[in-house]
């Protein structure tokens, strides 16, 4: 009874440290919760820090084991979770003929989007977004407004315009802010489809990307299909 006890007590051990090591490595994490990755190789590889954290020998087939119990309780808790949410995506916005532009922070730049602003009130089929970083502001904006923004923003430091972009907008269901992995598991189908974000801007419930206008389509199929899984 005394060895039983030990022996799973020191199996708990294990399971911790490698449920700790396999949460610090995002890929791996998803990759088990998935079934991609042989388990036997995997143990091999994680091993020697294992040991290092128990400060004790450890034989492949107990990390084999505890990586075969966290792989089935992560499949069931992150992406049973997550695709519960996915499948309540609400509407999903697709805009064509934006412009991407970067400028640096400044004095006036403000005054600038504020007259930039008025001048897009006059017109409700242009679409604006606007983020602000340290030392970057950021404005996405339909083209037929280019002239503009370049009127408005001469005296200003672009460092970067894109042109030929799409935005596709999502909305999310409420629960979305407590479910953790939701963006990494859209991104992550995106990125495997080797689609470029130039840029993601998201408010609560909701997140829109831009793309190039020739990736719009597979971008938008990628996230409508989220909804199937």
Known sequence: MLFLSQ???IMKTISSVVEQYIKKKPFLQSALAQGIINLTSLSRIVKPEIEEELGKDIRNGAIVMALKRLS??????ATHKIIKVLKNIGEITVRSSLTDYTFLASDTILVQQAKLLEAINHNQDVFYTSSRGVNEINIVISNLMDQTVEDLFKAEKCTQKAEELSSITVKLP????SVPGIYYF???????EGIVLYEVISTTNEFTILVNDDQVDIAFKTIKDLKTL
Request: cysteine-free; proline content about 0%.
């Open 7 to 9: 022996t799973t007590s």
């Open 72 to 77: 089935d309780d992560l499949e069931f808790r």
């Open 174 to 177: 409420a629960e979305n802010v």
């Open 186 to 192: 859209i991104f992550q189908r995106l990125a495997w």
